[in-house]
């Protein structure tokens, strides 16, 4: 497997700063995560767990973005496989906040090279108000291979061996996906997860719908079921398994394992997951939140 460069200021390596930068949950942003996603927005607004408008969690998935120098020049075949969240204060449409960033690590997964980044979310007082651990991989060294080769799902290691956990259900979420949803949701910007042609440059047949996507059904689904409890103490831990094309079917679903005492409260731990149609597992993984 190729190996990262080591202090070069345009691509990764472990423990570069990657500095900070403004973000501001707009009206854009959210008229895009909405209509990207097709969700209801009425529960976000005067009707939230606050009494008053309140982002998406998931909103946060756009704090990890915009940092020069988080990945490789040689983007062919790159793949997110693992995201990490902790959340403390929710963020406040209008409100604009400060993000800093940092490679974290840079390791070794089956063949591809995998970027750690650190993401942390500050109120204008300073206050933490979410960490975020981002797992992009990348296949060093092969873009003359022309097309990225992807395991068939049915024949992956653990594939038959998902069984849904005793418990109580929460959810489901599903949509289907379509390429139009996906040019909104991304602001209608032209890349692999928009446009087929940008998708083929990096090795892919097909448009990959995009893990921002479909983490934000798992997002609004924890955000309906547990509201304060989940934007104040919420702990989230997904891995992608597979990849949904568009034109596929999710569907988001949620059991709660069991419930521990914390700090005089208790938090309920969930065993989260997204699904095709024909049972193909896209994400697994876990969460945790306050009631």
Not at 102 to 124: A, C, F, G
């Amino acid at each position: 497997m190729a190996q990262q460069t080591t202090g070069d200021p345009e691509e990764a390596y472990a423990g570069k700063d990657l500095g900070s930068r403004e973000f501001a949950c707009d009206d854009d942003l959210l008229k895009h995560y909405f209509e990207g996603l097709e969700v209801d927005s009425t529960f976000y607004g005067d009707s939230s767990p606050y009494g008053k408008p309140v982002a998406p969690s998931m909103i946060l998935t756009n704090v990890d973005t915009g940092f020069a120098g988080a990945g490789f020049k040689d983007n062919f075949g790159n793949l997110w496989i693992r995201q990490e969240w902790d959340s403390y204060i929710p963020i406040t449409p209008g409100e604009k906040y400060n993000v800093t960033s940092r490679i974290e690590d840079i390791y070794s997964w089956r063949d591809r090279t995998v970027v750690k980044q650190e993401v942390k979310l500050w109120s204008p007082e300073g206050e933490l108000m979410a960490r975020g651990l981002h797992h992009q991989s990348f296949l060093l060294g092969h873009s003359s291979d022309g097309t990225v080769k992807l395991r068939d799902p049915k024949k992956k290691e653990g594939v038959r061996k998902f069984q849904v956990p005793d418990g109580e259900a929460i959810g489901p979420v599903e949509s289907d996906i379509s390429i139009e949803m996906c040019g909104v949701f991304f602001h209608g910007n032209k890349n692999y997860h928009t446009d087929k042609n940008a998708a083929a440059e990096l090795g892919f047949e097909e448009v990959v719908v995009g893990g921002r996507m479909t983490m934000s059904y798992i997002g609004d689904m924890m955000d309906r079921r547990f509201g304060k409890g989940w934007y104040e103490g919420g702990r989230l831990d997904v891995k992608f398994t597979n990849i949904v094309w568009p034109d596929d079917h999710v569907i988001a679903k949620g059991v709660i394992t069991d419930r521990v005492k914390e700090n005089g409260g208790t938090r309920a731990n969930v065993a989260v997951w997204m699904e095709k149609t024909d049972g193909t597992v896209v994400i697994v993984g876990t969460a945790s939140a306050l009631e």
